[in-house]
């Protein structure tokens, strides 16, 4: 019997609040095990959905330094 497999977009919408102004252009993010907790996903979800969310240009990750809000969302 084959398992149907989340959709990496579900999260998307959740964390589409960044998009929305919960979170300022510039603002860091919190931690991917802090999301995963918010969210209740598991963190490999968490991964999945912040590189749709780059590869949108909607938020910016900076290696050791965590996840950002991008300064100009492209339009």
Do not use: C
């Not at 095990?33 to 949108?56: C, G, K, P």
């Amino acid at each position: 019997m084959l398992v149907p497999t989340p959709s990496p977009v579900l999260p998307v919408h959740r964390f589409w609040n960044i998009a929305n102004g919960e979170y300022a252009p510039g603002e860091r993010l919190p931690t991917y095990n802090e999301l995963s907790a918010l969210y209740d996903v598991s963190v490999t979800t968490v991964q999945r959905a912040v590189i749709v969310l780059q590869t949108r240009g909607l938020v910016v990750g900076l290696q050791g330094r965590g996840l950002w809000v991008a300064e100009k969302p492209p339009t």
